[in-house]
């Protein structure tokens, strides 16, 4: 039976050692089926897309560079030909599909030879469980250092998908986050040391953390003391008071013209005078 280093959420070590199921590590690893599983991942990793020109494709030479005889020289069709210099390649690469195939029972065989290889190690560690309620860096980034793996290549596998964790993991370069089953040989033998949520290994998803208190809420400080918003205050107040008193003097005013223009109400209009009148 092959154990593992055994940690709890905070990084503390255990003091017993975590027995791994024997369904799954039985301790063999088969090289040549690692080898196949790997040369198949990178192969369908390829694009394809590399591309050279032959003489067919090649700018220039569509006629002869000197006659066919009398000249001393050797016979010439074309300066593109794969031997003059500016001329095409022969047997360059075009554009394929290096996509392979492999079966799936092979696949499977490789990726339980990886861990194998990692648990014979002891790089497998198993953790209680992944406690991130929000993505944190730092967090992770000390969790690993507990586990005495900063710097390294490591790989957390989870037991659901937690995307907190991946976007913590994210930012730094040498780590991966997936979920258990789909990590492959590749992935595993990749990585310098595997971190596995002990869910994943049993088939016990932990429970859904607890939320945490709502923290309570501090108002904010007004931009503005209250003295300058009650100076400011005054002072709209105080020019829409003047602005009122200059309107009232301009009416004043007017009303004044007006009643001196006109006479006054009960008093009869002065007759005009005529000619020969004294």
Known sequence: MIEAQYFSAAGAKRSAAFELPTEFFDGTVNE???????????????????????????????????????TGRARQGSTRAPHWRGGGVVFGPIPRDYRTDIPRKVKQLARKSALNARAREGSLHVVERFAFRRPKTAQLAGLLASLGLDGRKVLLLTAAANEALYLSGRNIPTVDVMPYPEASAYDILWAEAVVVEEGALTGVLPEPLADEPEEAVIPKAPKRSAVKAAKLALKRSG???????KAAKKSTAKAAKKSAGKPAKGKAKPKPKKKGDK
């Open 32 to 70: 040549p089926v690692l080898h196949q599983a790997v040369k198949v991942y990178l192969n369908n990793q390829r694009q394809g897309t590399a591309k050279t020109k032959t003489r067919s494709f090649v700018s220039g030479g569509n006629q002869k560079p000197w006659k066919q005889k009398g």
């Open 239 to 245: 020019g829409k008071s003047a602005t009122k008193a």
